[in-house]
């Protein structure tokens, strides 16, 4: 065994131990701070999250879910800021949290929030409406080639993860479409489904119930390799049979959203190890998983150093669209 | 009658002790969400979800929904006793609801909002009955333009037919158009007139505007009227409350037209607030005493609270068969039923027949305990008025701010609050009228989001608003409504000189 490794075995142990040497915990409700409006995918995370929590008795303390999704969630990340080291308020959002600074001129940096943990990650797919001439993803790019700035690409939100991956689209391939901003997921879903745009970018969670009902139809799904085996959804097809955009020749690797858990900045080093364990054990619960599959999203619990790179090269490369884009405020 | 069956099977989930006891406390908690503005059926039903997560789907739906009917009738009483709407969906209430009561008639007004809002749902259930499959299909055509179509003759059908100076109307819509584009706009991303204020980047909460405008103008206006309390109490008997229900029959058309408004928005969706002032505006243009709306008339408590209720039980419709909710309250229940493993979508009622027609079925029961609940409790809500305004005045300011603070637990909203109280005051004094401007808060956002998605869909050209037959016959109705009211006054005016009422 080498020193780097005892050196790191020391410190897990030394991590794992803290917990139990620093013994905070709340003594007031805990506010879970959601980044988006009631009965969205960050609201849904935030709410299983509590349920979890409460009914396992991992919090002892009452758990209050606020929503402050104005300005696309800046509104929950500026009261961060305002709350600023208070161990009581824990903020739920996406990739958002450091992403809106970069394309909006907001009163806060990242700096203001501390990570805590990812708990999934969220598939983006292509989907087209059932009776679309489009096979294939690159049946769709070929015609946005063709007749640029023509075919109306929905999703929801402006600069925000969905505009992003249709702009990374248009940087990769060359194709131009004509992207049209709703106000969610949900929204997009149905204006695909009664033929109002040609293609969204929506997760899966948000076009479940439209392709079930055969309404519309995924042509793939931007990540590394096939999603999770799944009971089959629409006809004989399950989330796993959806190719990867990559096998059928849109070179975009992985594109995926995770879902955060953040604190103010300013907390105590105990405050961060508390709720990273309680969040573990949500991550671990039988209802999580349930959520996990639910949602059809990936699992993926990440915290300290791993979350920090995570975060990092998602941020690198999402700058990188909006340089090319020109969205960069300032 | 597929659909009838189905429904027949819903009753007998419906119809069961423990669902009866799930609707009752319902129907009575969401009174009380209603009754406290500020904390209305949204955060409501939202505090109540964990509490679902140990019952089965059927049963959850079944009390967050019956909470949903208990928050829109008590969100109607505030609006008539004190001119504080308890929801945003009573504000069109309070025009005709608190002269009403002020005069002396609030058993009257308040038996007159809750049978009319009994009919409306009733009238909604029914359509959602009948119409299951085929509405889903219908909503599907609503593209960006249709939207915009939709919100351009709400405005017009309010607006149309006006009664105050047509200058001071222009000055209050375009204050709610100015104050509704505050915050992040969702096209384009950019952050608009929030001056450098962290608070303005949500946007402004229209409850909050409502609550100044209205509770703290009105107490305003009832203080510089020398400290008493307008509305005195008349006798509360059981008898009053029967007596009016006796001259209902007498309002058929106004009950049949709004409900009919509130179907539609609510299947479409404009949502129950749009379709309470829309269906105001028709009644208001429709009567051929238009002069005497505002002062108390009938039938300006039967529109808006037929149409608001019909919107708000068709409202679940698109929520459940498309997953767009077109209410604040059927947004927090949809994310209530992805917790709890459904997925809203065409396939619901195929795939979950119990869960869909026993919520059906219990939306029939628990309206009917609401009418009931809320009928017995009138002499005492209306009581609250004989209480003196020493009393009452402080606990309307209380409540006020209170309820303010909980729409989003910022105390920025509490100066929001104070400042449109006094804004309120300055124009009820001045004869502005402020309808107009609510209006314009409330739908605003949306028309503009709508109207700068068709722009992008047809690269600026105007003519997507009349690219096929179901939006130009809504654009064309809504011209109608804007112009003709006006075109026949001039024409009567060139004819004959009108007499003055």
């Given at each position: 065994m080498t020193k780097t490794k005892i050196g790191l075995l020391a410190a897990t142990a030394l991590t794992l131990a803290a917990p139990a040497l620093a013994e905070f915990a709340p003594s007031r409700p805990v506010e879970f701070v959601v980044a988006s409006g009631a009965g969205g995918g960050t609201d849904n995370f935030a709410r299983t999250i509590q349920a979890v929590l409460t009914r396992d008795e991992i919090v002892e303390r009452p758990i209050v879910v606020l929503n402050k999704g104005g300005g696309s969630g800046a509104e929950a990340f500026l009261y961060a800021r305002q709350n600023k080291g208070d161990p009581h308020k824990l903020i739920f959002g996406t990739n958002n949290v450091y992403l809106l600074p970069h394309v909006a001129k907001l009163a806060y940096t990242t700096e203001d929030l501390q990570p805590v943990a990812a708990l999934a990650l969220d598939e983006f797919l292509v989907w087209v409406k059932a009776d679309s001439p489009y096979e294939n993803v690159m049946d769709l790019v070929n015609a946005a080639k063709e007749a640029p700035g023509t075919i109306p690409f929905g999703g929801s939100q402006s600069k925000d993860t969905d505009e992003t991956l249709v702009a990374l689209i248009e940087q990769t391939t060359g194709a131009d479409f004509k992207y049209v901003p709703f106000n969610g997921g949900g929204e997009v879903g149905v204006q695909l489904a009664g033929g109002h745009v040609a293609a969204n970018v929506n997760n899966p969670n948000e076009n479940a119930g439209q392709w079930q009902a055969g309404a519309i139809r995924p042509l793939c799904v931007f990540a590394p390799q096939r999603m999770a085996e799944s009971e089959p959804i629409s006809g004989d097809m399950g989330w796993h049979d959806i190719p990867t955009c990559t096998e059928q020749g849109l070179e975009i690797e992985s594109y995926q959203m995770p879902r955060t858990v953040w604190l103010p900045a300013g907390t105590d080093p105990e405050v961060l190890a508390y709720y990273e364990a309680a969040l573990q054990k949500v991550s671990e619960s039988q209802d999580w998983k349930d959520y996990l599959t639910k949602t059809s999203q990936s699992a993926s619990f990440l915290t300290g150093e791993e979350l920090a790179k995570f975060i990092e090269t998602s941020e690198a490369n999402a700058v990188k669209v909006f340089e090319a884009e020109g969205w960069t405020a300032q | 009658?597929?659909?009838?069956?189905?429904?027949?099977?819903?009753?007998?989930?419906?119809?069961?002790?423990?669902?009866?006891?799930?609707?009752?406390?319902?129907?009575?908690?969401?009174?009380?969400?209603?009754?406290?503005?500020?904390?209305?059926?949204?955060?409501?039903?939202?505090?109540?979800?964990?509490?679902?997560?140990?019952?089965?789907?059927?049963?959850?739906?079944?009390?967050?929904?019956?909470?949903?009917?208990?928050?829109?009738?008590?969100?109607?009483?505030?609006?008539?006793?004190?001119?504080?709407?308890?929801?945003?969906?009573?504000?069109?209430?309070?025009?005709?609801?608190?002269?009403?009561?002020?005069?002396?008639?609030?058993?009257?007004?308040?038996?007159?909002?809750?049978?009319?809002?009994?009919?409306?749902?009733?009238?909604?259930?029914?359509?959602?009955?009948?119409?299951?499959?085929?509405?889903?299909?219908?909503?599907?055509?609503?593209?960006?333009?249709?939207?915009?179509?939709?919100?351009?003759?709400?405005?017009?059908?309010?607006?149309?037919?006006?009664?105050?100076?047509?200058?001071?109307?222009?000055?209050?819509?375009?204050?709610?158009?100015?104050?509704?584009?505050?915050?992040?706009?969702?096209?384009?991303?950019?952050?608009?007139?929030?001056?450098?204020?962290?608070?303005?980047?949500?946007?402004?909460?229209?409850?909050?505007?409502?609550?100044?405008?209205?509770?703290?103008?009105?107490?305003?206006?009832?203080?510089?009227?020398?400290?008493?309390?307008?509305?005195?109490?008349?006798?509360?008997?059981?008898?009053?409350?029967?007596?009016?229900?006796?001259?209902?029959?007498?309002?058929?058309?106004?009950?049949?037209?709004?409900?009919?408004?509130?179907?539609?928005?609510?299947?479409?969706?404009?949502?129950?607030?749009?379709?309470?002032?829309?269906?105001?505006?028709?009644?208001?243009?429709?009567?051929?005493?238009?002069?005497?709306?505002?002062?108390?008339?009938?039938?300006?408590?039967?529109?808006?609270?037929?149409?608001?209720?019909?919107?708000?039980?068709?409202?679940?419709?698109?929520?459940?068969?498309?997953?767009?909710?077109?209410?604040?309250?059927?947004?927090?229940?949809?994310?209530?039923?992805?917790?709890?493993?459904?997925?809203p979508g065409p396939m619901l009622f195929a795939t979950q027949p119990d869960f869909v027609w026993g919520l059906i079925a219990s939306m029939y029961v628990s309206n009917l305990i609401g009418v009931v609940l809320v009928l017995a409790t009138v002499p005492m809500f209306a009581a609250l008025l004989r209480i003196p305004f020493t009393i009452i005045g402080p606990m309307i300011v209380a409540i006020c701010f209170v309820g303010a603070y909980t729409v989003s637990n910022a105390t920025f909203d509490l100066w929001v609050v104070l400042v449109f109280g006094l804004v309120g005051y300055l124009f009820s004094r001045l004869d502005y009228p402020l309808a107009p401007l609510v209006l314009a808060m409330v739908l605003g956002h949306k028309a503009e989001n709508a109207f700068h998605q068709s722009m992008v869909l047809s690269d600026g050209s105007l003519s997507i608003f009349f690219a096929n037959p179901l939006v130009s016959s809504i654009m064309v109705l809504g011209i109608a409504l804007l112009v003709l009211p006006k075109l026949v006054a001039f024409g009567s005016r060139f004819r004959r000189q009108v007499p003055v009422e």
């Open positions: - | 009658m597929a659909n009838f069956d189905l429904l027949m099977h819903g009753f007998g989930i419906a119809i069961t002790p423990m669902h009866l006891m799930l609707m009752v406390g319902g129907v009575l908690m969401g009174l009380i969400v209603g009754v406290l503005p500020g904390l209305g059926a949204p955060n409501g039903v939202s505090l109540l979800i964990p509490l679902t997560f140990a019952l089965d789907p059927t049963s959850a739906i079944i009390l967050l929904s019956s909470m949903y009917w208990g928050a829109l009738f008590g969100g109607s009483t505030t609006s008539i006793l004190f001119n504080i709407p308890g929801e945003p969906s009573s504000v069109a209430t309070t025009f005709d609801g608190y002269p009403m009561a002020r005069s002396g008639q609030s058993t009257r007004a308040l038996t007159l909002a809750f049978m009319s809002a009994g009919f409306g749902a009733l009238l909604g259930v029914i359509v959602i009955t009948l119409l299951a499959g085929w509405a889903s299909q219908f909503a599907l055509k609503f593209g960006a333009p249709e939207y915009f179509a939709v919100y351009f003759l709400a405005f017009a059908a309010f607006i149309g037919m006006g009664s105050a100076a047509p200058m001071k109307t222009m000055v209050s819509l375009a204050a709610g158009l100015l104050l509704a584009s505050v915050g992040m706009d969702s096209v384009t991303g950019s952050i608009r007139l929030t001056f450098g204020f962290e608070d303005l980047l949500g946007g402004i909460s229209f409850l909050v505007v409502v609550i100044g405008l209205f509770g703290i103008g009105e107490l305003l206006s009832t203080v510089q009227e020398g400290l008493r309390f307008r509305g005195v109490a008349s006798k509360i008997d059981l008898r009053d409350v029967l007596k009016t229900i006796a001259e209902l029959p007498r309002y058929w058309a106004t009950y049949i037209r709004s409900g009919l408004i509130g179907i539609w928005m609510g299947i479409t969706p404009g949502g129950p607030t749009a379709a309470s002032f829309m269906s105001y505006g028709i009644a208001r243009s429709s009567s051929r005493k238009g002069a005497a709306f505002g002062t108390g008339r009938p039938e300006g408590i039967v529109a808006p609270e037929t149409a608001d209720h019909s919107a708000g039980s068709c409202a679940m419709l698109p929520m459940l068969a498309l997953g767009v909710p077109s209410s604040a309250t059927a947004a927090v229940m949809m994310g209530g039923l992805m917790i709890w493993g459904l997925t």
